[in-house]
């Protein structure tokens, strides 16, 4: 890439972001710009654990950045990654993020419907 897209690409095939202690502004919009099924399905995430940071703070601070993040939280299939490197703390709290084509709403469900994008910036 040679301009900086602030995370809003959209993807049409499998592709895998590696993001690690990303901004959940940058990954909040890459949900955006994907949100539809025949998008979500082919986005791989390693990146910050969605379950600990829907933990992490209340609802209604985590909506100011976040809020695709927690909207897409029970269709994620989050596999945490192990933290097994030399020094810990350093990547804790990385998982694999997908979302399989059969966990996703009906395209004419709601979710099918790309909201209101407040514009997140770094």
């Known amino acids: 890439m040679t301009e900086n897209c602030e ?3 959209a993807v049409d095939e ?5 993001l690690p202690h990303c901004p959940n502004c940058l990954t909040n919009n890459l949900l955006w710009s994907n949100w539809r099924p025949q998008q979500m399905k ?3 995430l390693i990146n ?3 379950e600990s940071l829907s933990l992490s703070k209340p609802e ?3 909506r100011l950045d ?3 993040i927690l909207d897409i939280l029970p269709y994620a299939k989050e596999f945490q990654l192990e933290d ?4 810990h703390n350093v990547f804790n709290d990385l998982s ?4 399989p084509l059969t966990s996703l709403p009906a395209e004419k469900d709601s979710f099918g419907r790309k909201k209101k994008h407040q514009h997140t910036k770094m």
């Open 96 to 99: 694999v993020h997908v979302f």
């Open 60 to 62: 209604r601070w985590l």
């Open 7 to 9: 995370a809003k690409y």
């Open 14 to 18: 499998r592709t895998l972001f590696y």
């Open 66 to 68: 976040s809020g695709y």
């Open 84 to 87: 097994d490197y030399e020094t």
């Open 48 to 50: 910050n654990s969605f």
């Open 42 to 44: 082919n986005l791989v």
